[in-house]
């Protein structure tokens, strides 16, 4: 890792409910304009991990550091506040609601003052058109409701948001899990482009084309511990692979999907089919 401060920064982190450790022991920090991978199986840890980053849970045991200093935050408001900026998987985005409304959340810009204070919806769709665009996201109308963006798109509201509110830090549980190649891929720029305006990224996935191309770091969490941090150069994308969630069985499937294909092919010649592809039947 570089000598830098890092921007974020975990010390032994240990987080227990009741009997269940879900955390144990967890140390890891990630740089300014750098991207952290976090893997693991399902119940690793992963989201219990994050949430404690970013005010859900406090930690049972252990520090933590934003940019070099401690910080123990009451809230996740404290949190976004300090700076850490957490896309929730699912929970991004309220779908009724307009797409300025959720870009500002709680925060939109207001005129006047005393009694006659209001919002400054004007501005506020301006802001929002404008931020959305800066991200080749075209808005005709910033007060439609988000719903009907597609998933990619709605991701990429979540996140605009936190890089216009100044976040240094930026979270995301799985935000391309439920998107296809060229929504995932909207995203992913958009991360990439988080890193290059100098954010810590902390990323969330189990798919191995999204995460290789983007990290520079992966931390691997299995059943509550840390199993280490790799730099991407000390790592290939088939030791990601094994190390994500259901990378070994995804092998072992890999072997047997092999093995019937195998066993298929035999009965083909067997029957004298000659195993023609499906295909050809709608090319005559
Ligand atoms: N609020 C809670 N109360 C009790 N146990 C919890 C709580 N939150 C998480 N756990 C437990 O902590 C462990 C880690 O859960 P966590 O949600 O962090 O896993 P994950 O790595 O995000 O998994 P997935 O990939 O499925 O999202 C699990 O065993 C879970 O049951
Ligand atoms: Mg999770």
Redesign the pocket.
Known sequence: MSERTPMIEMCNVSKH??S?I?LSDISMKVCSGEVMCLL??????????I?TLSGV?SPSHGEMYLDGKPVNFKSPAYALDAGIATVFQDLAMIPLMSITRNFFMGREPTVGWGPLKRIDWKYADRIAKQEMAKIGIDVRDPSQPVGTLSGGERQCVAIARAVYFGAKVLIL??PTSALGVKQASVVLRYIAKARADGLAVIF?T?NVHHAFPVADAFTL?SR?GSLGTFRKAEITREEVLNMM?GGAELESLDAELSEFQRSDQQQKQATGDGGQPLSRASNA
Not at 40 to 49: H, Q
């Open positions: 409910f009741g269940v879900a693991g199986d399902n119940g690793a840890g992963k989201s219990t991990l949430k849970h549980d799985e969330i189990h969490l509550g969630a």
